[in-house]
């Protein structure tokens, strides 16, 4: 196995080695792919957990900038660097590496190499054991109202539900699973009568468990992506809400004190399989009830 770094500001990891495939998933700019085989199309493990296809011509080797770490804040930005007239753009949740702090502006660094100034507005430091809290995750959540839908998607050109969540959750200072299932196994469950800005909605639509996921705000309303309308706001006593609803979980009351994860990936000719076991161990942080 080898370790690749993501060159292009995004890549669609695909089910089978062919771009018309169905997207399992994207992997943004600086993020590592762990090759599992390797050809003009390479398997593999991104960031988020999942596996699929992607392209060689589309990773190259990892560089390790030492600086301190921040991601993406806005749905997109650009690194002005040498060589790239209009500046490299960056999707929400790309992680980079402070170099040097100028003012207004940052000069960093991200595991392709590349290096450039960056709005200090644009940025957040990467989550750690203070998150921001859910009005972050719940703010972040409002600037992709009206993007479209994108099964696997991750970025403000197309999102899906758990990609939304996830995302936005990320630039409040709060990792979560990629996935509305993983999703909902983690976190404090909430009732209904209790929930804030930030918590997550679960929802089961297409198949029995936790299918569907949204952002809370107020009001009884939360922020999620449907295939139709795409990302807008829905209520819970909306009928066909209202009928799915599974729960609620509650995220930014959690420390995470040590978390080991294992993988058993399975590789067929027609689709991709992956158990995952995973043993967190965390504590309740005293805050807003």
Known sequence: MRVATV??????VYERPDEDSPLVTQALHGSSVVLMEEGEWC????????CGWFRRSWLCKPDLPRGRAVVVATPQ?????????TGFGLFMGTELFVLEDDSDWYWVATRSGLKGWISKEAVSPVPGLRPAGGISASAAAQLFLGVPYLWGGVTFKGIDCSGLSHLCYLVGGCRIARDARDQYLAGQPVGIAELEPGDLVFFSTTAPGASHVGIYTENGEFINARSREGVCVSALEEPYFKDRYLGARRYFFLEFRSQKT????????????KSESRNVEYRIIEGRR
Do not use: H, M, N, Y
């Open 7 to 12: 060159a292009l500001p995004v890549i669609g």
């Open 43 to 50: 398997w593999g493990l991104v960031g988020d957990g999942s």
């Open 262 to 273: 294992e993988f058993r990936i399975e590789k067929t000719e027609d689709r991709i399989q």
């Open 77 to 85: 930005a650009r690194v002005l660097c040498s060589g790239i007239p």
